[in-house]
């Protein structure tokens, strides 16, 4: 049998279900500080709970007699590596928009470049399907759905009909798989349907005890509306959707399949092979049934034709049968036990490396009630079981959606429902691809990193394109949003999002952080030092003289911010922004300090030792704060949630109280500006800026704002039921950046010294942080009671002397490596 279903929706079958309030929780899940759990099944997605093994994802929806798991395999996108528009070519009127600039004409400078600067849009990060099971029951009691987070797996469980059910889903790495275990405490009482759905045209059909899903996803996909594309011009940029005239084809619309774009669009194909103890497995109308089963063992794999950025999926691409028979026949005599025991040692290899503990003197946390609950009451109930929680949380994401191979974590991480996503859930580099990996090194999950390094390399490649035909220069671009296809010209409508520059900078900072992280000279030399001259090349060629003899960006826009100039009227476009600057400023000085430890590139690094010494300087403002642009203008919008020019603060150590206290004050009184209220990630940046304050109170009252109940009718930051990150809608950086920023708080080392507890709030006054990481290689492990240090241990992977800081007192440590040292209080008097 083989069923062909189009354009199904992956929706959540509502099924009778009474009672799910648990009558007997295990309290040690209620009050740990390393499970979500829940009385009553997810009704949306945001509710639902993630796993995943860094490439395949999956949300858990947990409706006992329904259940809803929908999916992901991190390369499924629509589109083709021809899906980029690369006319762009800003050397015809670049002169035009310069002068423009130079006359302070910014609205005539952004409407000759909205009209040829700007490409249009990427594609999207797409769902797989949904896989369905529909149980027989009615009634059901002692319902709880949890994630534990230490485990990695999730679990459901439920009584019904005097029978006990139980559930565990998990995602192995080692195994490549997504495992499913279903049992029930008394023989042959298993009974359920199992079904695929996919919002795209599909197959499905029994192969032995296997069914399979094939289909294929969009050959393209457009965020924008025909009347907008239509509004802004922007019909030549669409040749899948117009003719040369102008005119709509027939079939434009925004999602475009098959023979609607030449056979363009990506393969994809699922295999869940079916283990049932007891019972018969037999053929439904859509899928299989099991009926009086003891145990049932699913073991589901994905697979797409993804062969690479710059191959057709369709014509180039793999063969995901191939894939999916070759993980499955690799695992057919290993039991669940056996998967799971792989799979759990894999990931508590990773997870177990940090432990955090919180306490305070009024207790560790809220008992006695469910995640969601707990999260509902945070305003009126402080719950710092639920700070240790999110913590942790973010480490989990990174594991379950980063490992080495697979794709790096876009705008949804790896998990996505909706064939047009928000914001096309890219890769949006002017803070939030960045900020999902600002936990990697210091929480000591350097191995997740990986994936972001082959993106950055891959869009070296394509960048060196871009910076050539369109700019005319050496080295590579990119600039504010790529997909899987590594696009880097800018995207499209307005230039105020889209017409970014800056984006190698950024990302090839990550690649040196990493080094002095891990200090591997191996991994400089090979991978990031090629890649940061790359950048540096196309910026020294960039880089124009001003009026004052500085150099300066000639064009650029502060994301994604304006500014008010003559008569009030508002621009987004200047010369020598502040974040241009921060960024050029750090590359630079990167790659003149990495061609001294490689003994490489002499000319060029004097090349630019000249350049640093003479681009443009911080400047401070009327109100003294930090200047967004190279002249004080004011902003229609002072609590905007973009803080870009704060960069030099951080991600980067250019600002710091010690060095340049002037500035340092500054970038206080812009935080005050800002306001302490944003969107889900811009608090997670400012939990980070606030740590760099030295003020973990402040620190603290962002996190209190960030643990603000969200659900899908909410139009503000915070956190949705399962804890993920609402912008809203849900971004997962927030997540990230909550991490980071924790992490920020009780230890630094961006100014040279090992600073711990820089920022502690008086809300955590007792506690510890095991395993976190300093740059130079070093495991840090600190104590702490009633808000003072206790102690510190510390560990290098080298003999090396380091300055140990606690407030204002410092102390130089000679260590030796391998050994373990520890120092009290006393120590630094």
Not at 334 to 344: D, G, S, V
């Amino acid at each position: 049998m083989r069923l062909f279903l189009r354009g199904l929706l992956s929706i959540s079958i509502v099924a009778s279900f009474i009672s799910c309030k648990s009558n007997k929780v295990e309290e040690n899940l209620l009050s740990s500080d390393l499970v979500l759990i829940y009385d009553e099944p997810a009704k949306a997605w945001t509710e639902a709970l993630p796993i995943g093994n860094g490439r395949l994802g999956a949300m858990i929806y947990g409706n006992p007699l329904n259940e809803h798991i929908q999916l992901n395999e991190n390369t499924l996108y629509s589109g083709e590596p021809t899906s980029t528009y690369k006319g762009t070519n800003i050397q015809p009127t670049y002169n035009k928009v310069t002068g423009l600039i130079n006359e302070e004409k910014y609205a005539e400078a952004q409407d000759i470049m909205a009209k040829n600067w700007l490409g249009r849009l990427h594609q999207s990060f797409q769902p797989f399907g949904d896989l369905f099971l529909e149980f027989q029951g009615d009634s059901v009691t002692n319902f709880q759905r949890c994630l534990d987070i230490q485990k990695s797996i999730s679990t459901v469980s439920y009584r019904s009909k005097n029978v006990n059910y139980k559930r565990d889903v998990l995602a192995s790495y080692p195994d490549d798989v997504i495992a499913l275990k279903i049992s029930a405490d008394k023989i042959g009482e298993l009974s359920f349907r199992a079904f695929f759905q996919s919002p795209h045209p599909i197959e499905t059909f029994l192969e032995g005890n296997t069914l399979v899903l094939k289909g294929q996803a969009p050959g393209f996909v457009v965020r924008r509306t025909l009347e907008n594309i239509e509004s802004n011009g922007d019909q030549y940029k669409y040749p899948e959707l117009y003719a040369k005239d102008g005119t709509r084809k027939p079939f434009a619309k925004q999602v475009l399949y098959g023979d609607e774009v030449d056979g363009k669009g990506m393969f994809f194909e699922a295999r869940l092979e079916i283990r049932n103890d007891g019972g018969q497995l037999k053929e439904t109308k859509n899928g299989v049934s099991i009926s009086n089963a003891n145990e049932v063992v699913m073991l589901l794999s994905m697979a797409t034709s993804f062969n690479g950025f710059d191959k057709s999926p369709s014509k180039e691409g793999k063969d995901p049968s191939i894939i999916n028979k070759t993980i499955l026949s690799k695992i057919n005599n290993k039991n669940f036990k056996e998967i799971k025991t792989a799979h759990q040692k894999d990931y508590e290899s990773l997870f177990n490396r940090v432990q955090l503990t919180l306490e305070t003197a009024q207790g560790n946390r809220i008992k006695d009630l469910f995640t969601d609950e707990r999260l509902r009451n945070y305003a009126t109930k402080p719950d710092i079981g639920l700070n240790t929680l999110l913590f942790q949380y973010g480490r989990y994401l990174m594991i379950s959606g980063s490992r080495k191979g697979g794709q790096p974590l876009n705008l949804q991480g790896i998990w996505n429902d909706k064939v047009i996503p928000s914001w096309n859930s890219a890769y949006t580099m002017n803070i939030n691809a960045q900020m999902n990996y600002w936990p990697a090194e210091v929480t000591n999950l350097p191995e997740c990193h990986e994936p972001f390094f082959r993106l950055v390399k891959e869009l070296a490649i394509t960048g060196k394109e871009t910076a050539q035909n369109m700019y005319g220069n050496p080295g590579w671009v990119a600039h504010h949003n790529t997909d899987i296809w590594r696009p880097t010209y800018p995207a499209d409508n307005a230039v105020m999002y889209s017409y970014w520059p800056m984006g190698a900078g950024w990302l090839t900072n990550h690649l040196w952080e990493h080094y002095q992280f891990t200090e591997d000279i191996t991994f400089l030399k090979e991978e990031a030092y090629p890649l940061l001259k790359g950048a540096a090349q196309f910026f020294s060629s960039w880089l124009v003289k001003n009026e004052e003899g500085y150099w300066v960006t000639p064009v650029g826009t502060s994301p994604e911010n304006m500014f008010y100039f003559k008569d009030d009227e508002t621009a987004y476009v200047s010369a020598g922004g502040t974040m241009d600057m921060a960024i050029v400023r750090e590359n630079f000085e990167s790659v003149i300090n990495a061609s001294k430890v490689l003994g490489i590139d002499h000319d060029f690094r004097n090349k630019l030792e000249a350049m640093v010494s003479e681009l443009l300087p911080y400047k401070i403002g009327s109100k003294g704060q930090l200047q967004e642009w190279q002249y004080d203008f004011k902003e229609p919008d002072v609590h905007h949630r973009h803080l870009s020019h704060l960069y030099g603060f951080h991600p980067s150590n250019q600002i710091s109280e010690d060095k340049t206290p002037d500035l340092f004050k500054a970038v206080k009184k812009t935080l005050e500006l800002r306001g302490d209220h944003a969107t889900g990630w811009s608090m997670g940046w400012k939990i980070n800026f606030w740590a760099r304050m030295h003020d973990g109170n402040h620190a603290y009252k962002i996190i209190n704002n960030l643990f603000s109940f969200v659900d899908e009718n909410d139009k503000h930051g915070g956190l949705y039921a399962n804890l993920l990150d609402a912008h809203p809608p849900f971004q997962i950086d927030g997540n990230f950046g909550y991490t980071a920023g924790v992490a920020e708080m009780l230890l630094q080392s961006h100014t040279g010294t090992i600073h711990v507890l820089p920022a502690l709030p008086n809300a955590w006054s007792t506690g510890s942080i095991k395993g976190l990481k300093a740059r130079g290689n070093i495991t840090v492990d600190i104590d702490w009671k009633d808000t003072k240090l206790v102690k510190v241990g510390l560990k290098s992977l080298k003999d090396q002397t380091l300055i140990l800081r606690y407030g204002d007192l410092k102390k130089k440590v000679m260590v030796k490596a391998g050994e373990d040292y520890v120092f009290d209080l006393a120590a630094f008097h």
